[in-house]
């Protein structure tokens, strides 16, 4: 990959991560002072290192945030049945007010059989069946990670998106369709005219260069080149993949020569990914709170913060 300096202007995610986790923060305050402790729990299968990773990060940011933060650690050994039951588990724990169950699992295990067991209520990744019908009928419902901290990266740093043409190249479950979904609703921070294209299509780069907005999710290092850019586009780096501990992002470094804006390759979106999960997270704690106190709202969970109050 290329190592060119980038002149166009910096879309970083830290800064939007931070203001995301203040508004979790005030909701988890105001849950606490309520006597309601919000807990996320993980659940981990196996020994993968850099899965055992993730489970440390998001634990070490329920801590600050002041979440309780549960874990099961399966062996690699584990059945379906086990994992489907540590989910059902999960879900009759009335303390328990999110779960993720951290993807991939061992080879021989259904991922997403596992997903559709948990409770629709409990998924704070917004990946269940359910959500992703609540987001495609535009209802409320959390919403999948990563999608809702592209839009939330793209406001925070004032990037136009009503009314432009964004493309989106990726056209994967967890990034490229809800992503479009998402940015296609009516909403200031939305309402785009999205385009869905993917390396299934021959001449996928005739649809990248007319974007006003590009969003690279395809998973492919380096797919992304400064021929594929339309020039002061703006570029996010949504796909990645990892060699080792090394990530590879979908995005060559050069584009920012092209680009007028650009997220970093490190410390784009995946921070706000990180923060969306919580968001989503304390938002679970709050309506479970609600509903057990019948209907008394016990704070909004941040509901009202940084675009998405009109969601969940």
């Not at 303390?95 to 997403?112: S, T």
């Amino acid at each position: 990959m290329s190592t060119t300096s980038t002149t166009a202007r910096l879309l970083p995610g830290g800064p939007v991560a931070e203001q995301v986790l203040v508004e979790v923060a005030e909701g988890v305050a105001a849950l606490r002072a309520a006597g309601v402790t919000p807990a996320l729990a993980t659940v981990l299968v196996g020994d993968d290192e850099a899965s055992a990773g993730y489970i440390r990060i998001k634990q070490r940011q329920a801590a600050e945030l002041g979440f309780a933060s549960p874990h099961v650690r399966l062996p690699g050994s584990a059945s379906q049945a086990d994992l489907h039951a540590v989910v059902a588990d999960l879900n009759a724990d009335r303390g328990v007010h999110g779960v993720v169950v951290q993807h991939p699992v061992p080879g021989g295990l259904d991922y997403d059989r596992a997903l559709q067991v948990l409770d629709p209520e409990k998924d704070v990744d917004g990946m269940h069946p359910v959500n992703v019908g609540r987001l495609a009928l535009g209802l409320p419902g959390p919403v999948p990670c990563t999608p809702a901290g592209v839009e939330a990266l793209l406001a925070f740093h004032g990037v136009p998106v009503a009314g432009r043409e964004v493309v989106v190249l990726g056209r994967g479950a967890t990034l490229g369709r809800p992503l479009a979904l998402l940015l296609a609703q009516k909403r200031p921070t939305a309402n785009a005219a999205v385009t869905v294209v993917h390396t299934g299509v021959p001449d996928w780069p005739r649809y990248t260069r007319r974007a006003e907005i590009l969003v690279a999710a395809a998973g492919v290092p380096g797919i992304v080149r400064p021929d594929h850019v339309r020039p002061g586009a703006v570029v996010v780096g949504g796909g990645v993949r990892y060699a080792g501990r090394r990530l590879l992002p979908d995005v060559d470094p050069s584009c920012g020569r092209v680009a007028g804006a650009i997220t970093p390759r490190v410390g784009g979106v995946g921070p706000v990914t990180v923060a969306m999960l919580f968001r989503n997270a304390v938002r679970a704690a709050a309506r479970s709170a609600e509903v057990d106190q019948e209907g008394s709202v016990v704070g909004d969970g941040g509901q009202r913060g940084l675009h998405g109050g009109d969601r969940w």
